[in-house]
């Protein structure tokens, strides 16, 4: 159990928040605060930052399991948007526990960005199952979760290794600078690529037609994203020789 109260620990944990920079509205206005909540009640409740990790990968993977145990309907559809914005939350709670207590750890960031993988290929995996099962849509519509999981793969795993590739040469190279403030056109930009954006979208799966031209339309922007992404990546990278 932590020492602070639930209150103190909410307000240390409000002021100990990562970078505006590069993070979606969502993310950033529904997200880490709904992650600090839940940081705060973890650190009373005497959990790890692993512990929150775990929590969240289980809770997740309840709101996939319950997506695709059958046909379409309005409480499944409500389950698995609920079940899978907690464990984004709780995504984000983990690393918010850590840095309250302390107990962050190299093992521990492993196991984050481990979690983080199994969950994007899994929610798109769960797609193609539901599709596949439930869906009366043509077998090529098989291809659109395939493709989407492509994508949220490169975005992801190109995103970490552009950040752990510049780090080193980066500080090296020049002096560290004053961050700028975040971009609003950026954080509008990147709503579509947010995964919370992607668990909300889940409450329309009640209505098959409906959810299958939005998970089009989220494919489409986040395929957008990825190339602006990768070309700024490489460029950057470039630079630093």
């Known amino acids: 159990m932590g020492s602070r109260s639930f209150k103190v620990a909410l307000a240390d944990l409000a002021s100990a928040q990562k970078s505006k920079r590069g993070v979606s509205f969502y993310s950033r206005f529904v997200n ?11 650190y009373k409740l005497g959990l790890s930052p692993n512990g ?9 993977a309840l709101g996939m399991l319950t997506f695709v145990s059958g046909p379409p309907s309005i ?34 960031e492993w196991l984050d960005h481990v979690v983080d993988s199994a969950k994007i290929v899994a929610i798109h995996g769960s797609v193609l199952v539901s599709f596949y099962l ?27 290794l552009e ?7 980066a500080d090296a190279a020049q002096p560290a600078r004053a961050e700028r403030p975040p971009s609003t056109v950026r954080a509008l930009a990147l709503l579509p690529a947010d995964y919370g954006i992607l668990a909300l979208s889940f409450l329309t799966t ?10 089009l339309v989220l494919f489409v922007a986040n ?3 990825m190339a602006l992404l990768l070309n700024k990546w490489f460029a950057a990278l470039k630079r630093l020789g």
């Open 32 to 42: 880490r605060p709904l992650g600090r909540i839940l940081a705060a009640a973890s």
């Open 52 to 60: 929150v990790t775990l929590v969240s990968a289980i809770i997740t």
């Open 75 to 108: 409480p499944r559809a409500l389950g698995t948007s609920v079940f899978l914005v907690l464990g984004f939350a709780l995504d984000s709670a983990d690393g918010q526990v850590a840095r309250l207590t302390g107990r962050g750890s190299v093992a521990g």
């Open 134 to 160: 439930y869906s009366p849509t043509a077998p090529a519509w098989l291809l659109v979760p395939l493709a989407f999981q492509v994508v949220s793969v490169v975005i992801f795993f190109g995103g970490e």
């Open 163 to 169: 950040r752990h590739l510049a780090q080193g040469r």
């Open 206 to 215: 009640a209505w098959p037609t409906v959810f299958e031209a939005l998970y």
């Open 223 to 225: 395929a957008a994203i």
